[in-house]
Structure formats: structure tokens, C-alpha cells
């Protein structure tokens, strides 16, 4: 019987690999992954230079902000920055900690895999092991008064001790409380659910010094009021209204032709314009608003009928900032201005003033009564170090969001990883089966506090 001709279904350039030494490729691209951000963990870590996409320089030891930095092509090593990146968005901090830990697991597992243990049993004794850890850190973890300001600040400052902002003390700790507090929203039972992409946002200011950085009790937006010399740049207790809607005449979609048989009808065309936007602003006016701010555009004429009012107006506003000065003031976003109701208006602010800080002008409505929004104005003496404290008061936020959401606090310093370790060695002798050999894989939780001693660069001896 003639044999079949094999089927291919790749190209004749393509490259098949498996068994185990796709494995040990697998490890060995993780492990090096590891290596690359090793030094930037502990208390003593080194700072990464990097040049990101656009030829900026980059100077962090974030975990996440190096490795998405990383040009890499390996798939095992990529599934290494995709965990680092989920770790940042999930969590808000210890991307380092993670990817140095996934390392060490898989070089640990190295030695089963050489020794023909199945891929499969491994992950198994992992998931067992996983249960177990979960336990012993539910066991040992201590329950924290999230309305005691010293423990938190405490706890803030611990995840930052580590990192650039460190040395200015508590003002990172301080602005990350004051901004999770500002806009976190009660959900029943003491917990509490903070936002932080959407209702906080941090503007950076290059010039003056960090010491000037605040949270504000309400939004600051890169903008300035339509016709600076016709209408106020400061409003006490403003009436604001909010708009996802242009104020000018409606364009047409597509092409629109209009054929005018007389010259009077040029005429008519040009009154039925201003009545349309005349008409928009009666609506918007009847409220007796102090500023309008709309997502959209506003026409010449209706700047002419606002001002003539006395309001300001704010045009071409994102809708992210929008949905944050509805927070702070308590306005509802309307959609059409023949739809406004005396309760759409934002009553809250107690404060719409503009600024110019630098060489650009910024619109603050602040002195909220209470505000679910705010704004964290940074300052610094260049963007590079206002990027990295942006990084840290990033993390720090999580980690105040995580003590809101979940108030439990577990010792650090690796401490928590030996108490583990310890612990799962001494269960091993419970176990059955091939698991048993498997749990020596908890020596991999040893190496958080090995190498955060070998950054330290301090000479000492530790047997695991």
C-alpha cells in the first residue's frame, strides 16, 4: 500500500518545536524577563533608564512601566509583561514582585520537567499549593481602621518606600488619602469604591516644587473661558451647566447643496440661522446660568448672546473631564438644551475661577460641598520626574483603594512569603502522591526577601 504524502498546513519557512525543549525555551525567555527587572525591587533598587516609543527618556524602577517598554518577540516572555500589565491594572502595585516570583516558580519547575514529571501535575501541585497560601495570608492578616489617618498613612507610605517619591516623606502618602477619600463612594457595610481612572485625575505642571502639589476639592481643566475680555474668569457659587450638545447651527452630514432663487432668500437663510441659535440660548439662558461648558462647539453668535448674558462658556471639553465637573457639582449631563430642568443644574461649586500657571491657562471649579471627583495638581521641575511621581501617586492611589475596598493589612519585607513557605513545608508531609516532592516548590517564595537583601548590597549568608 502507497504511504500518504503528509498534509502541510504551514509554510514551507515556518518552524515547528515541542516537547521539552520548547519547555526549557519557555523558562529560560520568563527567567530572563525576571532578570531584567530584578534590581528594582527592595528598598535599595536601581532606577531603569529606558527610551520609550517616541524618543523621551524614561527613568523608573515600576515594573510594568520598564517591561511594556520592551520590544520582545518571544510568546512566553510576552505572557510575562501581559501579567505585569494585569498585575498594574488588577492591583496598582507590585508588577516587580510578580513577574520576579513567576520566574523563580518556572525556573523551579525546570528540575520536575527535566525529570519527565508531566507539565500538568506541576500546575497541579501549584493550584494546591495556591489554596493553601490563600489560607495561611486569610489566617495571618490583620484588620485595619481605614478612618484612623496615621495607619493609613502609614500604610501608604510603606508601598512607596521603595520608590522614587520616598525620600519627600508623607506628601505622596498625604495627596494619594486626601484623593481616594475625595472620591471614594460608600457602598454599605464600611467598604467603600473608588474610581480612580475615571474621577481622578492627575495634572501635571512642570515648574515650581513638588512641595506645591494639592489635591483639589473639585476639577482643574486645561481651558480657558471662549472671549477672555467679555466674560469673568472668577464666578463665586456658580450656576454651571453642562452639555454634550454644539450651540450653533446643525450642519449637514454629507454634502448640502441649497439652490437660492433670489437674493432675498439669502437673506432668509442667514435669519432662520441666528433664530435657530438665538433660540438655543433663551433656552439655556431661562436657567440663569453663570457657566456653560459643552463637549461640542459654540458659535461667534452664540458667544455674542452668552457674554451679552453675563456667562461664560467653556467649549470642546473631553467627556472624561465633563463626567468629572458632573461629579464635583452636582450637574446632570444634557443632550439637547430644549431638555434642561432646574435640577440639571450644578449647584456645588463654590468656586469657577481661571488661572494662568505657566504659560497656559487653566479653568478650576473648586470648593465643591461634595465632591465625588477631584483633580491632583503636580508640580515639578521637569516632565521626567513629574512622570515617575505620576507612576508612584498612581500606586499609591491603588494601594489606598485596595485598603478601602478590602481593609486588611499582611506584614512586608518578605515575611509574608517565609510565614507561607514555612507553612506549606509543613503541610507537605500531608500530602500523597507525586505533590509531595512537588511542594518543595515553595523554596521559589523565598527569593522576595533573598534578593531584596542582594539589592541591598550587603553581604549576607541565607539558607532557605
Same mark, same amino acid.
Given at each position: 500500500?502507497?504511504?500518504?504524502?503528509?498534509?502541510?498546513?504551514?509554510?514551507?519557512?515556518?518552524?515547528?518545536?515541542?516537547?521539552?525543549?520548547?519547555?526549557?525555551?519557555?523558562?529560560?525567555? +520568563?527567567? $530572563? !524577563?525576571? @532578570?531584567? /527587572?530584578?534590581?528594582?525591587?527592595?528598598?535599595?533598587?536601581?532606577?531603569? *533608564? &529606558?527610551?520609550?516609543?517616541?524618543?523621551?527618556?524614561?527613568?523608573?524602577?515600576?515594573?510594568?512601566?520598564?517591561?511594556?517598554?520592551?520590544?520582545?518577540?518571544?510568546?512566553?516572555?510576552?505572557?510575562?509583561?501581559?501579567?505585569?500589565?494585569?498585575?498594574?491594572?488588577?492591583?496598582?502595585?507590585?508588577?516587580?514582585?510578580?513577574?520576579?516570583?513567576?520566574?523563580?516558580?518556572?525556573?523551579?519547575?525546570?528540575?520536575?520537567?527535566?525529570?519527565?514529571?508531566?507539565?500538568?501535575?506541576?500546575?497541579?501541585?501549584?493550584?494546591?499549593?495556591?489554596?493553601? +497560601?490563600? $489560607? !495561611?495570608? @486569610?489566617? /495571618?492578616?490583620?484588620?485595619?481602621?481605614?478612618?484612623?489617618?496615621?495607619? *493609613? &498613612?502609614?500604610?501608604?507610605?510603606?508601598?512607596?518606600?521603595?520608590?522614587?517619591?520616598?525620600?519627600?516623606?508623607?506628601?505622596?502618602?498625604?495627596?494619594?488619602?486626601?484623593?481616594?477619600?475625595?472620591?471614594?463612594?460608600?457602598?454599605?457595610?464600611?467598604?467603600?469604591?473608588?474610581?480612580?481612572?475615571?474621577?481622578?485625575?492627575?495634572?501635571?505642571?512642570?515648574?515650581?516644587?513638588?512641595?506645591?502639589?494639592?489635591?483639589?476639592?473639585?476639577?482643574?481643566?486645561?481651558?480657558?473661558?471662549?472671549?477672555?475680555?467679555?466674560?469673568?474668569?472668577?464666578?463665586?457659587?456658580?450656576?454651571?451647566?453642562?452639555?454634550?450638545?454644539?450651540?450653533?447651527?446643525?450642519?449637514?452630514?454629507?454634502?448640502?447643496?441649497?439652490?437660492?432663487?433670489?437674493?432675498?432668500?439669502?437673506?432668509?437663510?442667514?435669519?432662520?440661522?441666528?433664530?435657530?441659535?438665538?433660540?438655543?440660548?433663551?433656552?439655556?439662558?431661562?436657567?440663569?446660568?453663570?457657566?456653560?461648558?459643552?463637549?461640542?462647539?459654540?458659535?461667534?453668535?452664540?458667544?455674542?448672546?452668552?457674554?451679552?448674558?453675563?456667562?461664560?462658556?467653556?467649549?470642546?471639553?473631553?467627556?472624561?473631564?465633563?463626567?468629572?465637573?458632573?461629579?464635583?457639582?452636582?450637574?446632570?449631563?444634557?443632550?439637547?438644551p430644549e431638555e434642561l430642568q432646574e435640577s440639571d443644574v450644578g449647584t456645588?461649586?463654590?468656586?469657577?475661577?481661571?488661572?494662568?500657571?505657566?504659560?497656559?491657562?487653566?479653568?478650576?471649579?473648586?470648593?465643591?460641598?461634595?465632591?465625588?471627583?477631584?483633580?491632583?495638581?503636580?508640580?515639578?521641575?521637569?516632565?521626567?520626574?513629574?512622570?515617575?511621581?505620576?507612576?508612584?501617586?498612581?500606586?499609591?492611589?491603588?494601594?489606598?483603594?485596595?485598603?478601602?475596598?478590602?481593609?486588611?493589612?499582611?506584614?512586608?519585607?518578605?515575611?509574608?512569603?517565609?510565614?507561607?513557605?514555612?507553612?506549606?513545608?509543613?503541610?507537605?508531609?500531608?500530602?500523597?502522591?507525586?505533590?509531595?516532592?512537588?511542594?518543595?516548590?515553595?523554596?521559589?517564595?523565598?527569593?522576595?526577601?533573598?534578593?531584596?537583601?542582594?539589592?541591598?548590597?550587603?553581604?549576607?549568608?541565607?539558607?532557605?
Amino acid at each position: 500500500m502507497a504511504l500518504h504524502a503528509p498534509v502541510l498546513v504551514m509554510k514551507d519557512s515556518m518552524k515547528r518545536e515541542s516537547g521539552a525543549k520548547v519547555h526549557q525555551a519557555n523558562i529560560q525567555a +520568563a527567567k $530572563a !524577563v525576571a @532578570d531584567i /527587572i530584578r534590581t528594582t525591587l527592595g528598598p535599595r533598587s536601581m532606577l531603569k *533608564m &529606558l527610551l520609550d516609543a517616541g524618543g523621551g527618556i524614561v527613568v523608573t524602577n515600576d515594573g510594568n512601566a520598564i517591561l511594556r517598554e520592551i520590544d520582545i518577540a518571544h510568546p512566553a516572555a510576552k505572557s510575562m509583561i501581559e501579567l505585569s500589565r494585569t498585575q498594574d491594572e488588577e492591583v496598582g502595585d507590585g508588577t516587580t514582585s510578580v513577574i520576579v516570583l513567576a520566574g523563580e516558580m518556572l525556573h523551579v519547575a525546570q528540575a520536575f520537567i527535566d525529570k519527565s514529571y508531566h507539565p500538568t501535575v506541576i500546575c497541579r501541585a501549584y493550584t494546591k499549593a495556591l489554596d493553601d +497560601a490563600i $489560607a !495561611v495570608l @486569610d489566617k /495571618i492578616a490583620m484588620p485595619v481602621d481605614v478612618n484612623d489617618r496615621t495607619a *493609613m &498613612l502609614g500604610l501608604v507610605k510603606s508601598s512607596i518606600g521603595t520608590k522614587f517619591t520616598g525620600q519627600f516623606g508623607d506628601l505622596i502618602a498625604d495627596l494619594a488619602i486626601d484623593a481616594t477619600t475625595t472620591a471614594g463612594v460608600d457602598l454599605g457595610q464600611g467598604m467603600r469604591e473608588v474610581d480612580i481612572k475615571k474621577y481622578i485625575k492627575v495634572e501635571k505642571v512642570p515648574g515650581g516644587q513638588l512641595e506645591d502639589s494639592t489635591v483639589l476639592k473639585g476639577v482643574m481643566i486645561n481651558k480657558d473661558v471662549v472671549a477672555p475680555g467679555k466674560m469673568r474668569r472668577k464666578i463665586v457659587n456658580p450656576r454651571i451647566i453642562l452639555l454634550d450638545s454644539p450651540i450653533e447651527y446643525k450642519k449637514g452630514e454629507n454634502q448640502t447643496n441649497a439652490e437660492l432663487m433670489k437674493e432675498e432668500d439669502w437673506q432668509v437663510l442667514l435669519e432662520m440661522e441666528e433664530e435657530y441659535i438665538k433660540n438655543l440660548c433663551a433656552q439655556i439662558l431661562k436657567f440663569k446660568p453663570d457657566l456653560v461648558i459643552t463637549e461640542k462647539g459654540l458659535s461667534d453668535l452664540a458667544i455674542h448672546y452668552l457674554s451679552k448674558a453675563g456667562v461664560s462658556a467653556i467649549r470642546r471639553l473631553r467627556k472624561t473631564d465633563n463626567n468629572r465637573i458632573a461629579k464635583a457639582c452636582g450637574a446632570v449631563i444634557v443632550n439637547r438644551p430644549e431638555e434642561l430642568q432646574e435640577s440639571d443644574v450644578g449647584t456645588g461649586a463654590g468656586l469657577f475661577e481661571v488661572k494662568k500657571i505657566g504659560d497656559e491657562f487653566f479653568a478650576f471649579v473648586v470648593d465643591c460641598k461634595d465632591p465625588k471627583a477631584c483633580t491632583v495638581l503636580l508640580r515639578g521641575a521637569s516632565k521626567d520626574v513629574l512622570n515617575e511621581v505620576e507612576r508612584n501617586l498612581q500606586d499609591a492611589m491603588s494601594v489606598a483603594r485596595n485598603i478601602l475596598k478590602n481593609p486588611k493589612l499582611l506584614p512586608g519585607g518578605g515575611a509574608t512569603e517565609l510565614t507561607v513557605s514555612a507553612t506549606l513545608k509543613q503541610k507537605s508531609s500531608s500530602v500523597e502522591g507525586v505533590e509531595k516532592v512537588l511542594f518543595c516548590i515553595v523554596s521559589c517564595l523565598c527569593c522576595i526577601p533573598s534578593y531584596r537583601i542582594r539589592n541591598t548590597i550587603v553581604c549576607i549568608y541565607i539558607n532557605f
